[in-house]
């Protein structure tokens, strides 16, 4: 119980702290990764791995949301890597020129978090309906909302949520404290609290693949450095540390 | 007697350690220097402080027994206090101020106005009623806190320094009132004050408070003509004598006094030992009041001496003691004493 | 003449002190004034009108505005009695309640909300059994919102109103003591009348921190139209979605509160007395 409120808490202030920490201008072996707060841990493994390998090297992590991290990069926010859970932001970054060549790395897929041992015994969406059951949802300003919405409209399911939590981590973290009985989150964030949580899958929708899209920032100081984190999301250690994190081929 | 009080209070270093008694109608000053525990005493009787030790009865009911553990609280004493700085209640108005006592002690509301109506009516504050404290000078502010003391039918009235914060033209108009006031109540009042003035001319009697004990007590006269201390002689050791004044003469007793400022009816005359000249002939030149006394003792108190004089007026000089020798002043000795009409304070009684 | 030097060494020492003085000011202003000028540069002001009617947002602003002063009220009601007792009774554990008192001031709301759950939510130490006993939980509902948005605005109103008893003449209480009154009828005639204008400072700055509160909010009672979403989650929802909206709101909320602060003035502020 203590565990699981700290965690909360830091996942709390550590999100709130680098949405809000300006970025100041990048001294000599620094690399500025903007990258959607659903990576985090699979991205700092990857950031470890290439501070490994270039001595003096530190690389930095601003974790949001994709739509917070384009506006930002819109705003002209120094940055050399962007990664995102939604073509739809890097669209926008790269329509506006910020950043060019997106490819995706890796892909998620939703599913429905659950306390562990599934105490409610929910088996699909369908369950999400039952009104004994607490269900909070990831709120449709961010692209797992819209996901998850899309997701429970495809299957005829109507849904009275509890709440329409700011972000992924904040609904899986509402079921980790044991506040709501289930929300719809991605897999690599239930994979990302240890046992906090269970997933229940749900049927695989090919209309629905969530793909995570990177590209280097174009006024990168750092382009050579950039281009090379970015490799190492296609080679064999990165997709290791990304499938362990949860996340799927792109 | 009404009120007794005989206590002890430890505050840090200070000890209080007092007996007094006053009794119903009597007016007993409470006089001594800063921080002589003249407060303290007074506010262990109000009840807004205890006691270490002994006890306080108010018009025979025990409010303080340390022996007995027994404590009556404030609220449920029958005290009527004014403070120094009147501590009206800024946010009601003066009608609501003085009806304060009686609604607490659960008069009704119409009644508890009429109540205060009567009382700013006898303090000259009447047509005053619905204004707020704050558009009053210092002395009718400190008329209706007289006013909202007594409204509340108190079994004792206390006051501690009614008049320090005053001017002195308001000083002498609010005093007047005051006497008028403490004169017509029943019951036992204490006057905390510094003020010799004050103390001789509104109390029956004086107790003089010094480093937390009575050092001395008695009438305004005997005090004024003994004082026992350095302290009181300074501040008290004035003569006070009991006339009748018709305009700028006040007979007292077979003499007559001539005063700078007329009167009339019954007055306290005060003035200075050091005022009093004294001659071994008739002066001649400007003092209108001369007169011959014999020496009664003297006291040496430093660089003064202070002569007791007996003959139609018993007062006292001050002088060096180089005077005393130059004068040749011993026991029985006859002198002239002369006291300029402008050295003479005339108070109406 | 050690008059003569002594000026004119501090003269020359005052020159550069001067400018360091006018720059840390510039800066201050400019740093409490700029986001002012840029929300208001950024306004679109065409689509002030037509946003505003927008029945979701009215729906917002509504709920911002009952939870407020439901919020104030329970602040009154709780922090009155608490404000008393810092300022007018010694026991012994005071200083550790005044600190508790001001705690969620210096706390990051999110922590607080992240604490509330811990003792009201549905696992919590109080909302367990309460919801065991009554069936009732405090997550996710209005209720839930009010308790949250208290819980950090309490302090506002303490901290004002204790300032207002020891700013109040004891003596007075005192005299009112003499005149019979009982230490229930001096709270009720003389103590809370002559403390008004620090209820009205405490209750303003409360509502308004109410107004505005978002991380223990959102943190504790999450976000659902018309029951938990107030104004300062949806501008921070809408910050991406529809940038124009939560300008709008903001400006709302700006607008409330320099409406409070301009309404409190210094007097009851007190502050440039």
């Known amino acids: 119980m203590h565990v699981r409120f700290a965690l909360l808490l830091l996942a709390f202030v550590g999100t709130t702290s680098c949405a809000t920490g300006a970025s100041a201008a990048a001294p000599r072996n620094e690399l500025t990764v903007f990258a959607a707060a659903s990576l985090a841990e699979a991205f700092e493994d990857v950031a470890i791995e290439l501070e490994r390998r270039h001595d003096g090297l530190e690389v930095r992590l601003n974790l949001a949301g994709s739509q917070t991290l384009a506006a930002q990069l819109l705003d002209g926010a120094p940055a050399d890597v962007f990664a995102a859970a939604d073509d739809v932001e890097m669209g926008r970054v790269v329509a506006a020129g910020r950043a060019a060549g997106p490819r995706s790395f890796a892909s998620n897929h939703l599913v429905i978090a659950v306390e562990p041992g599934n105490p409610a ?14 269900v909070v949802l990831p709120t449709d300003a961010v ?107 792109p | 007697m009404s009120l007794a009080v005989e206590v002890t209070a430890r505050r840090g270093d200070f000890v209080l350690d007092a007996h007094v008694e006053v009794a119903d109608g009597e007016v007993l000053a409470l006089l001594g220097p800063n921080g002589a525990g003249k407060t303290s005493l007074l506010r262990i009787v109000a009840g807004l402080e205890r006691p270490d030790t002994g006890r306080v009865e108010i018009g025979g009911l025990v409010v303080d027994d340390l022996g007995a553990g027994s404590h009556v609280p404030a609220a449920e004493r029958r005290v009527g206090m004014v403070f120094q700085d009147h501590l009206l209640f800024p946010h009601l108005d003066l009608t609501d101020n003085v009806a304060f006592g009686p609604r607490s002690r659960g008069t009704g509301r119409r009644e508890a106005a009429r109540v205060a109506l009567d009382w700013l009516e006898r303090v000259g504050l009447a047509e005053r009623a619905g204004e707020q404290p704050s558009a009053l000078s210092g002395g009718q502010a400190q008329r209706v806190a007289l006013a909202r003391a007594l409204a509340g039918d108190p079994a004792v009235l206390l006051l501690d320094e009614p008049l320090a914060a005053l001017d002195v033209e308001t000083r002498q108009e609010v005093r007047g009132l005051l006497r008028e006031h403490l004169r017509a109540f029943a019951g036992p009042v204490v006057l905390v004050t510094h003020d010799p003035l004050e103390a001789l001319t509104l109390a029956d009697r004086l107790v003089v408070l010094e480093d937390g004990r009575v050092t001395q007590a008695g009438t305004p006269a005997e005090v004024a003509r003994h004082p026992r201390s350095a302290w009181v002689a300074r501040l008290v050791g004035v003569n006070l004598l009991r006339g009748e004044a018709a305009g700028t003469e006040v007979t007292v007793g077979r003499a007559t006094l001539t005063t700078a400022e007329p009167a009339y009816g019954p007055v306290d005359v005060l003035f200075h030992p050091h005022a009093v000249a004294l001659h071994r002939t008739e002066p001649g030149g400007s003092p209108r009041n001369t007169w011959r006394a014999v020496v009664d003792g003297m006291d040496v108190e430093g660089a003064r001496v202070r002569v007791h004089l007996d003959g139609p007026l018993a007062v006292v000089a001050e002088v060096t003691p180089a005077a005393v020798a130059e004068l040749g002043l011993a026991d029985g000795v006859e002198v002239w004493a002369a006291v300029k009409a402008v050295e003479l304070q005339v108070h109406p009684r | 003449m050690t008059a003569t030097t002594a000026t004119r060494r501090r003269r020359t020492f005052d020159r550069p002190v001067a400018a360091l003085v006018a720059v840390a000011l510039a800066a201050g202003i400019a740093l409490l004034l700029l986001p002012l000028v840029g929300l208001l540069a950024r306004t679109p002001w065409s689509r002030v009108a037509p946003l505003l009617g927008d029945p979701a947002l009215r729906e917002t602003l509504r709920l911002s505005l009952l939870v407020s002063l439901a919020s104030a009220a329970l602040s009154l009601v709780l922090g009155v009695p608490l404000a008393w007792l810092l300022a007018r009774v010694s026991f012994p554990g005071k200083r550790l309640l005044r600190a508790l008192c001001v705690l969620p001031m210096v706390l990051p709301p999110v922590v607080g909300g992240v604490a509330l759950l811990a003792a009201f939510g549905r696992r919590g130490l109080v909302g367990a059994p309460l919801e065991r006993l009554t069936g009732i939980t405090l997550p996710f509902t ?7 948005v208290t819980f950090v605005s309490l302090p506002f109103l303490v901290v004002t109103v204790e300032a207002g008893f020891l700013g109040l003449d004891a003596r007075i209480e005192e005299a009112a003591a003499t005149l019979g009154a009982s230490r229930w009828t001096v709270l009720r005639r003389v103590s809370l009348p002559m403390l008004v204008p620090s209820l009205v400072a405490g209750t303003a700055l409360a509502w308004a921190r109410a107004l505005g509160e978002f991380g223990a909010s959102i943190t504790f009672a999450g976000n659902l139209g018309g029951t938990t979403r107030t104004v300062p989650l949806a501008v921070y929802l809408e910050l991406h979605r529809d940038p124009d909206a939560a300008i709008v709101l903001s400006l709302v909320l700006l607008a409330v509160s320099i409406a409070i602060l301009v309404g409190l003035r210094d007097r009851y502020l007190g502050v440039g007395r």
């Open chain 1, 143 to 249: 692209p797992a909302g819209r996901y998850a919405a899309a997701a429970l409209e495809t299957a005829g399911v109507e849904v009275a949520p509890a709440s329409l939590e700011v972000d992924v981590r904040s609904a899986l973290g509402k079921v980790v404290l044991g506040e709501a009985d289930a929300a719809i989150v991605y897999a690599s964030d239930v994979a990302a609290v240890d046992g906090r949580a269970e997933a229940v899958p749900l049927p695989p929708d090919p209309g629905a693949g969530i793909g995570y899209p990177v590209a280097v920032v174009t006024d990168s100081r750092r382009p050579a450095l950039a281009a090379e984190f970015v490799d190492l999301l296609f080679a064999e250690t990165g997709r290791d540390l990304l499938r362990r994190h949860g996340f799927g081929a």
């Open chain 3, 142 to 148: 209005t209720a839930g919102v009010v308790i949250a």
């Open chain 1, 121 to 134: 015994a929910v088996t699909s969406l369908a369950d999400l309906a039952r009104d004994d059951l607490v």
